[in-house]
Nanobody, 114 residues
Framework: QVQLVESGGGLVQAGGSVRLSCAASGSIFRFIMRWYRQAPGNQRELVAA???????NYVDSVKGRFTISRDNAKNTVYLQMDSLKPEDTAVYYC?????????WGQGTQVTVSS
């Protein structure tokens, strides 16, 4: 069992930056770590993922603007979000995946004002 706690969300102006953190209650080195987001009325969307060996993937809409990283020693995953746009407004969720098991955080709100 892994508990995930996100932090770092808030209100930011368009063009600004925010860094989200996801702290895990245990070791994450074997997990694929992912960030999802969900805007009102929309389905939850996979934004970025990082494998246990550091391979990253991004949804096209955030490529070049968002960076996912992990610090296994601190059991923490980050999402650096730059050049934010109003359409990035959503609740951002951290997810840990190993085999068929996955765990979710409670989410953190990011609101980008125009």
């Amino acid at each position: 069992q892994v508990q995930l706690v996100e932090s770092g969300g808030g209100l930011v102006q368009a063009g600004g930056s925010v860094r989200l953190s996801c702290a895990a209650s245990g070791s994450i080195f074997r997990f694929i770590m992912r960030w999802y987001r969900q805007a009102p009325g929309n389905q939850r969307e996979l934004v970025a993922a990082i494998s246990n060996i550091g391979v990253t993937n991004y949804v096209d809409s955030v490529k070049g603007r968002f960076t996912i990283s992990r610090d296994n020693a601190k059991n923490t995953v980050y999402l650096q979000m730059d050049s934010l746009k109003p359409e990035d407004t959503a609740v951002y969720y951290c997810n840990a995946l190993i085999l068929s098991y996955q765990y979710w955080g409670q989410g953190t709100q990011v609101t980008v004002s125009s």
